[in-house]
């Protein structure tokens, strides 16, 4: 079988229709020829066997009177009427004898003839195959009978030639028939083969071009479609005329999500539309329709590629494809190289860990947890190391890709240094308002110490200078209160510095009761002159939170000085005392470390909870307020992977409640 | 006049005061709040009261008003905060008769107690606060004391007097004592005006550093010259 594999379909098709129309051909033929030739031999027998019958019938009369001339000429007509006479070569008659008494032999009876076909007693003819001469002839011998006594015998001779030559105008008759059709199946069999597989080996060639990558292979099937082409369909290209077929080829598109309503096709749908035309023309319909949706999706697929190549290759941000397990970096982009200061060669096979600090690691480590639920992880402000361990700020964006086979990780890390000098930069310049804001209260602050020291320098230098008679007691109280007060006023100045001084940029382990007491030192004084009352409700021993000291001050000086403006503004718009109470909390709650700073002040409306902490958002009118504060407490406290909430009842107070992780 | 109240919320300010005052020969009672200071003043009934006004809880304002309802002949010295001069007028406004900036200088500390207590001994010995006297060819008023609303008719008194002089000068002399109150200051505007109108030159001499401070201020600077010393005024012409 497997010599016929390598035989083409076209010429196994015609072959085997070739092999069975022979076969069947030869079966006709040598069937046909035995029953005709069989059939026409008996029956010419049996005419000669007839003609020998009408002899002996007529003949018999003759014989018994011994008219034999009558016999003869009776004999002579038989055989030589009309076309009988090529058929009858010969009849003699012989007696009860076997004498022969009539011939119609024009030359002398050949006497082996006489004995030769005697027919057996019983029988009523007998035919037997002689030679006469060069002719060779069937004899048929009858006996001629009177009642039951036979009285003589006739023999007709039918001539073999005649007989050869009626079967063999049979024969060629026959066989040219059964040539003239396997002829024509000939033809048509080659016709039907090649009607079946040319279009397949056109559809091969075709296939072969698409394989070879050549999509604008022209097809010549789409004859079949009338002239038909995909552009013609009303949704081709189109977003308002949604249909699935198209649709579908959008790989954003989730089609499972679709219910059988939403999927809409046109009535006669004229892209999946069957055509007219057998199955071949249909294979051709439908392979036209694979060809078009192949080229559609690599086109596709080409301007996605092509989109994402230049996002990778032209982005902004440099971009990195990290192996999963060993973070290896397995490509960069150009701005990668530019922005890292390492030659492409040394970047690739680079662990990724090496650029960054244990921060990115973490950031690494998490993605394996995450990413299996959310399918890219952000991670904000990492800090990262150029070439010669330059320093920059990052924020990391990663997600799970495939590359080459391999499960990996495409990073995207944008460079916001500049972002967070920018953020430092307007920390620091809201930083400084607060400072402006509470220079009034420092300065007041400041003056108790100066007062005292200054009193009690005077009082010294009087009494050195009238020689006043002072104990030693009160000498040492004034030395010792002026010493005191000096430590106070630098104690003002040391928070002052604290709090106007630019953060850096690693935030350190704190204790978040610091800044909250830095800023309690700092205006506690001052808001107590406004009957503002700030109650401390620390815990100690809470954990230490991630954090600028500083930062944290700012938060809460704007938190408290909110709180003291809430307090002003209940006392001035409604009656009753004025003055009030802050109260600042700090607790642990489970990992969180959570400050609570609430107020009685004359509270936030519902409606404006969303809007507090938007930057340039501020309810106090009157003042040059930029309504930064909360903006900026809110940033603050997300830098620090923090929360801040606000509740606050209309005319009760406002209570914040700030969470931040506990570091390890 | 040996008793004295210092009220501040600051305790070192009372300890030095305490000793300070003592070492002037003062009986000194402290408060550190307002509420407090007012129950010493009850019992104690000092002429004198230094108040900060800057304070928690009732502020100095606040006391200076309640001690002036007990007892107006009160010397009340407000202690304000560093140039904080619209405190000190709003207090000369609620009859304080003087006031002193933190941190306290000793000079000035000596300058009000030893005004303070003149001002007490003028009131005591009910001496006039107003009088007049015609040096060459000006007319001079010398003013002492408290000049406050009860000062009006002697004031307009004197003026007419001065104008009746028919001097082109008038030469305003306070004493080194006098304190002027919010009232006063209308009265003296208002007089200063008066003189404009009628073509009078006024000169102000010898005026307390406070006061001067004052009269900046609120803008009597403007209407008259300023001069250090009933000498200087007088030599000016």
Redesign the interface.
Same mark, same amino acid.
């Given at each position: 079988m497997k010599r016929f594999a390598d035989i083409s379909l076209k010429n196994k098709i015609f072959f085997a229709n070739l092999v069975v129309i022979l076969i069947i051909s030869a079966a006709i033929a040598f069937l046909a020829r035995w029953i005709l030739v069989s059939t026409l031999i008996t029956e010419l027998e049996l005419r000669g066997i007839a003609i020998a019958r009408t002899i002996a019938e007529r003949g018999s009369g003759y014989i018994l009177d011994k008219n034999y001339p009558e016999l003869l000429s009776l004999i002579f007509d038989e055989a030589k009427l009309k076309e009988r006479q090529h058929l009858v070569s010969y009849i003699f008659i012989t007696d009860q004898d076997d004498k022969v008494i009539s011939h119609t032999f024009t030359r002398p009876f050949p006497e082996e003839f006489r004995e030769a076909n005697l027919v057996p007693p019983g029988q009523d003819s007998s035919v037997r195959l002689y030679m006469l001469g060069e002719h060779a002839a069937y004899d048929i011998a009858t006996p001629i009978t009177q009642g039951i006594y036979r009285i003589g015998m006739v023999h007709v001779g039918l001539s073999k030639d005649h007989i050869d030559s009626l079967v063999s105008k049979l024969r060629s008759a026959f066989l040219g028939y059964i040539s003239g059709i396997i002829v024509i199946i000939f033809v048509l069999s080659h016709w039907l083969s090649k009607y079946i597989t040319m279009p397949i080996s056109k559809l091969m060639r075709v296939a072969d071009e698409l394989s070879r990558g050549n999509f604008d292979v022209q097809l010549d099937l789409h004859q079949v479609r009338g002239g038909w082409e995909p552009h013609e369909c009303p949704a081709f290209a189109r977003d308002d005329l949604p249909c699935w077929h198209f649709d579908r080829i959008d790989p954003s598109m989730n089609p499972s999500e679709n219910t059988e309503d939403e999927l809409r096709t046109c009535r006669k749908c004229e892209f999946y539309g069957k055509q007219k035309g057998d199955e071949v023309a249909q294979l051709a319909d439908s392979f036209y329709n694979m060809i078009w949706s192949i080229r559609s999706y690599r086109s596709r697929l080409h301007e996605s590629e092509e989109k994402y190549r230049s996002l990778f290759y032209s982005g902004p941000d440099p971009i990195f494809v990290v192996e999963c397990s060993s973070f290896e970096i397995l490509d960069a982009n150009p701005r990668a190289v530019e922005v890292y200061g390492y030659p492409k060669g040394e970047l690739l096979g680079k662990s990724f860990l090496e650029l960054g600090s244990e921060n990115t690691a973490a950031c690494l480590v998490s993605f394996d947890e995450q990413a299996g639920t959310q399918g890219s992880v952000f991670y904000p402000k990492v800090m990262h190391y150029r070439n010669g361990n330059k320093p920059f700020f990052v924020s990391l964006h990663a997600c799970p890709i495939s590359y080459r086979g391999r499960p990996a990780i495409i990073i995207s890390s944008t460079d916001i240094t500049e972002m967070i000098e920018k953020d430092a930069q307007l920390i620091q310049t809201s930083k400084m308002k607060s400072l402006g804001e509470m220079s009034a209260g420092i300065a007041h602050e400041l003056n108790q110490p100066l007062n005292a020291i200054k009193m009690g320098s005077d009082f010294l230098a009087m009494a050195a200078e009238k020689d006043l008679d002072v104990p030693h007691e009160q000498i040492h109280e004034v030395v010792s209160e002026i010493s005191i007060q000096v430590d106070r006023a630098a104690e003002i100045i040391n928070t002052l510095r604290s709090f106007g001084r630019k953060a850096e940029l690693v935030a350190d382990r704190l204790d978040i009761n610091r800044p909250i007491r830095g800023v309690f030192s700092m205006v506690g004084k001052q808001f107590e002159l406004e009957n503002v009352r700030i109650r401390l409700e620390l815990s100690e021993n809470i954990p230490h939170i991630l954090a600028h000291d500083n930062r944290l001050q700012q938060v809460f000086f704007n938190l408290v000085a909110n709180a003291r403006d809430a307090i002003n503004e209940k006392s001035e718009t409604r009656e009753g005392a004025p003055g009030g109470t802050i109260t600042i909390r700090s607790y642990q709650d489970g990992s969180q470390v959570v400050v609570e700073v609430y107020d009685t002040g004359i509270g936030i409306p519902e409606s404006l909870h969303d809007k507090i902490f938007e930057p340039f958002f501020s309810t106090k009118e009157t003042s040059h307020d930029m309504g930064l504060g909360l903006a900026i407490t809110y940033g603050i406290v997300q830098d620090y992977g923090g929360d801040i909430h606000v509740e606050s009842r209309e005319g009760e107070g406002t209570k914040f409640k700030l969470s931040f992780p506990a570091a390890d | 006049m040996n008793k004295v109240l210092v009220i501040d919320d600051?305790k070192? &300010?009372l300890? $030095?005061?305490r000793? &300070?005052l003592n070492?002037y020969g003062y009986t000194v009672f402290t408060a550190e709040n307002g509420k407090e200071g007012l129950e010493v003043f009850e019992r104690e009934r000092p002429p004198l009261v230094l108040t900060d006004v800057? $304070?928690?809880?009732m502020?100095g304002i606040e006391v200076l008003k309640r001690i002036k309802e007990i007892d107006p002949r009160t010397e009340v010295v407000v202690i304000t905060?560093?140039g904080d001069m619209d405190l000190a007028i709003k207090a000369l406004n609620l009859d304080a008769t003087d006031f002193i900036n933190?941190?306290?200088?000793?000079h000035l500390l000596e300058q009000a107690l030893r005004r303070a207590e003149e001002r007490w001994q003028l009131a005591l010995d009910d001496k006039d606060e107003i009088t007049l006297e015609a040096i060459r060819d000006s007319a001079v008023m010398h003013l002492q004391g408290n000049l406050a609303t009860q000062s009006e008719p002697r004031l307009q008194e004197a003026y007419e007097q001065v104008v009746a002089m028919g001097k082109q000068r008038i030469v305003l002399h306070f004493n080194k004592n006098a304190s002027i109150n919010g009232a006063g200051i209308a009265l003296l505007t208002q007089l200063l005006l008066d003189a404009q109108k009628q073509g009078i030159d006024v000169v102000i001499a010898g005026l307390s550093e406070n006061f001067r401070k004052v009269f900046d201020i609120v803008g009597i600077s403007r209407l008259v010259e300023l001069r250090e010393s009933l000498e200087e005024a007088l030599e000016d012409v």
């Open positions: - | 600051e070192p &300010t300890v $030095m005061f000793l &300070t070492a800057k $304070m928690p809880g502020d905060g560093h933190k941190p306290i200088q000793r």
